[in-house]
């Protein structure tokens, strides 16, 4: 239930910055994306928390937006910072749009909240100023109605930067709207 909340404030607070429009749902949209305060895990044990907003194009190949992150060792904060989408969208799988399974159950939602799995370049700075280059990808679950997301993806954020992947889904929403 906190999941199907956080959505929803999700989705309003979208909905505040750009109205949605369902128009035709293709892999060729502009879509606004939310990613909500995010946990996701690496191998050496490290985590790291993100949460960002933004949009991109599919057609154009382009994505703008910005968001913040920390770097946590256990409960010990070891880096913080912001990043910014470095204009590039490297790859976008359409899931589609309007419904999401959870726990079995299938929730209708507008038409126009949508899902997929988006690959951008990223640029952080520390608030130390040190600077990296990456990639976050954000898997969003929704998908249409009555189909499902693709076998073995799960919803939440992945990163690789700096040569450590995090790549183990922990905590988190995100959601792609469909944008006019």
Same mark, same amino acid.
């Given at each position: 239930m906190k999941r199907t909340a956080a959505l929803l404030a999700a989705a309003f607070a979208i909905a505040a910055i750009a109205a949605g429009s369902a128009g035709s749902a293709t892999s060729k949209s502009s879509f606004a994306v939310l990613v909500a305060p995010t946990t996701t895990a690496? =191998?050496?044990g490290l985590a790291l928390q993100t949460e960002m907003t933004g949009s991109f194009n599919v057609a154009a190949k382009t994505a703008s937006g910005s968001g913040t992150y920390s #770097?946590?060792?256990g409960s010990t904060v #070891?880096?913080?910072?912001t990043f910014t989408l470095d204009q590039r969208l490297v790859t976008f799988q359409f899931y589609g749009c309007g419904e999401v399974t959870m726990e079995g159950e299938r929730i209708p939602l507008p038409p126009d909240f949508c899902g997929g799995r988006? /690959? %951008?370049g990223v640029h952080a /700075? =520390? =608030?130390t100023g040190v600077h990296h280059d990456g990639l976050l990808e954000v898997n969003c679950q929704i998908h249409n109605p009555g189909g499902q997301a693709p076998p073995g993806t799960s919803e939440?954020? @992945? /990163?690789n930067a700096r040569g450590i992947? %995090?790549? @183990?889904?922990v905590t988190g929403d995100n959601l792609f709207q469909i944008l006019p």
């Open positions: 690496a =191998s050496n #770097l946590m060792a #070891l880096e913080t910072g988006v /690959i %951008f /700075i =520390s =608030s939440g954020v @992945k /990163i992947n %995090f790549n @183990k889904h």
